[in-house]
């Protein structure tokens, strides 16, 4: 048994271990005014907002002490990247697909206004019924009413990053609107009162004894209980959720997805996935409602050999995903008869209008850049404070959100500019590239508020070095300091210049400059 | 709250984010070097096919002629233990002949059965539309042969009957082959081996939600 469960996963806010009623007090979510007196129908999640987390590098501080939290991510890590590797070197053209991908994300981001009209008209044409929502406030508004609609209190769900990044599961709880996550790692996540860390593998930071006692723990409380002689066996935990969530799928009138890719020339959506739970929620309740991004398109019916190459070759590591389901609008006889769409912006736009930085909306949320990623590997999604975690969260979610919060800030900064994400990324996004645009675009925010000591220093700098002499000088007044200090590294600047040393220590000017030394030996 | 504001706001947002963007034709503006639909060169695409559905712990029996079609049905069935198996409607009749005479129940889904009774059922029965070598991937979609979407789900085992001649290269060619049934608007269904799940420190665990037997039965 792990005995730090509790202890770190969610930065700073102690997991309720008591299910159910009254674990929901103080929790702001969607509009920030939601009144938490009524019986919770789903597990709560950590108190507070993402966006309320503390910036990077205090988060990953913490994180990093966490040692089950830093075995169970380099596991994971190393396995995924390895298989990543293997199977996308298995195909010659793997570079020209890549290439592909690419072009296709840039045609559609470049006309993103006709091929949205085009995708409406189909899905029209095809008997779904479209929504437009500016905001996540907005997206959550629809939702609740369609759902309320149907006179029903739940919903089951497939495994969504848009319906995360709209905090859609507490609007719909404060609506009194149960929704269930039915992917085993969301399901492993909401039953542990926890935030996803990875976009693929979202309860990748738990090991498996961790997840016999949340299932032993909580199962009982939402519905079908857990076997009570559950032992930590992989195969045993998964059983355990299939008999949890059969339950819930043959219940369920309305169910809320996602969509990994919305084929703008026949109207057509596509989800892939593994376990068939998808398929699930897509097949038996008689309504279905997808969110999506308004990035999530694609041009034609044919792109999709491209994207369905690249996807599970660089999420999984697997040739083929098990599941990819197809539907276009309402197929008589067959699966929900009442199809919506709701096409979010939620900052999308304000993306694109940066084109430096656009390129971020090609992510088909594969997650083989965290899986890359040397910093990710070492803190975890949490660490990031947002819903895109690793090497694309940190492009992306400051540029959704819009780079006004402290966390947001931090994020660009939250890498060591290695490029491993920029050589995995099946889009060929170039994170380092927009990393460093950014940065800039920061500390010219920074700049322009504020004066600064490092402009003063950086001043001083440019006159000391503008003459040899005075170069010289400072040199060896350098040496004296480190003689009467005696010392070889500094660990603490003063002043408000010891947020530099905060995170390495600074090695003293040597005891004599380069050109005192050149004068005695040559001079 | 009228929509219409909703989807004004956001087009007029894209369109004022793409100022930069001055040729309107999307494909004079941003060319894609990609020939679509093309085969790979894959040599024996049979036995790679068979090779890479094994791969994902499904099991793959081949008939050598139609006439051997019910028997090998019936042995799978058996093998799953299935006491009930739905069929789709259009279904060739002759494929559950022997499965019947070995005392299975066997039921049609014409007119539909519930979600309750069919989760109740063991097994599912059903043709296929496209096979996919690389990935060892099969694509239903969905017409009379293969029935509605519920029935090669609920079921523990499905047995898939694809033609030889149905098998192809890869994703690229499936795509084109599935193009004129995604443009018909029927449903389509990729299936790469049983239902699995990673979730769990990465170790792969076949059968989560959908059939966690599958058996692929390649016809002539």
């Known amino acids: 048994m792990s005995d730090n469960r509790d202890k770190e996963q969610g930065l700073g806010n102690e997991s309720s271990a008591g299910a159910g009623g009254g674990a929901g007090a103080g929790l702001g979510v969607g509009t920030g005014t939601v009144a938490s007196t009524h019986q919770r129908r789903t597990p709560a999640p950590p108190a507070g907002r993402l966006i309320d987390s503390p910036p990077f590098p205090a988060a990953a501080a913490r994180l990093i002490g966490n040692q089950t939290l830093r075995a169970n991510m380099r596991h994971a890590t190393h396995t995924i990247r390895a298989k990543r590797a293997k199977v996308a070197a298995e195909l010659p053209n793997w570079e020209q697909l890549r290439q592909a991908g690419a072009q296709i994300k840039d045609r559609l981001g470049r006309h993103l206004d006709y091929y949205l009209e085009q995708l409406e008209a189909n899905l029209i044409a095809n008997g779904a019924q479209v929504h437009w929502a500016a905001d996540a406030d907005e997206a959550n508004r629809i939702i609740i009413e369609l759902v309320k609609a149907q006179d029903v209190d739940e919903v089951v769900k497939i495994k969504s990053m848009v319906t995360q990044e709209i905090e859609m599961n507490e609007a719909l709880e404060a609506a009194g609107i149960a929704a269930w996550e039915t992917d085993l790692a969301e399901l492993i996540v909401q039953l542990g009162h926890d935030r996803p860390s990875n976009i693929l593998v979202p309860a990748i930071h738990r090991n498996r004894d961790e997840v016999r006692e949340i299932f032993l723990r909580e199962m009982k409380l939402y519905g079908k209980p857990a076997p009570e002689d559950l032992d930590n066996e992989p195969a045993h935990l998964a059983a355990a959720a299939r008999a949890h969530l059969r339950e819930k799928f043959l219940r369920a009138k309305v169910a809320i997805s996602g969509a990994n890719f919305c084929v703008a020339d026949t109207g057509t959506l596509v989800i892939v996935e593994s ?249 | 709250m009228a929509e219409t504001t909703g989807k004004e706001r956001i087009l007029a947002a894209v369109r004022a984010a793409l100022s930069d963007v001055t040729v309107d034709d999307p494909v004079l503006d941003s060319p894609i070097d990609w020939q679509y639909g093309q085969a790979t060169a894959v040599e024996q695409v049979l036995a790679l096919f068979i090779e890479r559905v094994e791969d994902y ?164």
């Not at chain 1, 088909?364 to 694309?392: F, N």
């Not at chain 1, 070889?488 to 010891?498: D, I």
Request: proline residues 8%.
């Open chain 1, 275 to 523: 376990e068939g739970n998808g398929r699930m929620c897509l097949t038996l309740p008689d309504v279905l409602i997808s969110v999506t991004g308004i990035e999530k398109l694609v041009p034609t019916v044919e792109d999709l050999e491209v994207m369905l190459q690249l996807l599970p070759r660089s999420s999984t590591g697997e040739r083929m995903n098990p599941y990819t389901s197809m539907w276009t609008g309402v197929t008589p006889g067959d699966g929900p008869q009442e199809v919506h769409v709701v096409l979010l912006d939620n900052g999308r736009s304000r993306v694109l209008a940066d084109p430096e930085g656009r390129a971020a909306l090609r992510c088909i949320r594969c997650a083989a850049c965290m899986h890359s990623c040397p910093v990710y590997e070492r803190v975890g999604g949490h660490a990031y404070g947002s819903v895109y975690p690793g090497p694309i969260g940190a492009i992306l979610s400051p540029q959704l959100r819009g780079i006004n919060d402290a966390v947001d800030k931090s994020l660009p900064f939250a890498s060591t500019l290695c490029g491993a994400c920029a050589e995995v990324c099946p889009v060929k996004i170039p994170i380092p590239d927009i990393l460093v645009h950014l940065r800039h675009r920061i500390v010219e925010e920074v700049k322009r508020k504020h004066l600064g000591l490092e402009r003063f220093l950086m001043g001083v700098a440019g006159w000391a070095m503008a003459r040899g002499r005075r170069f010289g000088r400072l040199g060896k007044l350098a040496g004296v300091a480190r003689r009467l200090t005696g010392r070889e590294y500094l660990r603490r600047l003063p002043g408000p210049a010891h947020n530099w040393t905060r995170a390495r220590d600074l090695r003293m000017p040597p005891k004599q400059s380069f050109r005192s030394w050149w004068k005695k030996e040559h001079g």
């Open chain 2, 57 to 220: 712990k499904a099991v793959v029996l081949s008939a050598a002629t139609a006439a051997e079609i019910p028997q090998l049905i019936a042995d799978c069935l058996q093998q799953a233990q299935a006491t009930t198996v739905v069929v789709p409607p259009g279904l060739e009749p002759a494929w559950t002949t022997t499965a019947e005479l070995d005392g299975l129940r066997i039921l049609r889904d014409d007119p539909p059965l519930d979600k309750l009774e069919l989760d109740g059922v063991s097994a599912v029965i059903t043709a296929a539309a496209v096979g996919m070598a690389e990935t060892g991937t099969i694509a239903l979609d969905h017409r009379a042969d293969q029935g509605r979407r519920i029935i090669s789900l609920l079921p523990d085992t499905h047995i898939c009957i694809i033609r030889r001649d149905q098998i192809c290269t890869d994703v690229p060619q499936a795509t084109a082959r599935l193009a004129a049934a995604i443009r018909d608007k029927q449903p389509i269904t990729w299936i790469s081996g049983p239902s699995a799940t990673s979730d769990i420190e990465l170790s792969r665990v076949e059968g989560v939600h959908g059939p966690r037997n599958l058996y692929v039965l390649i016809a002539p």
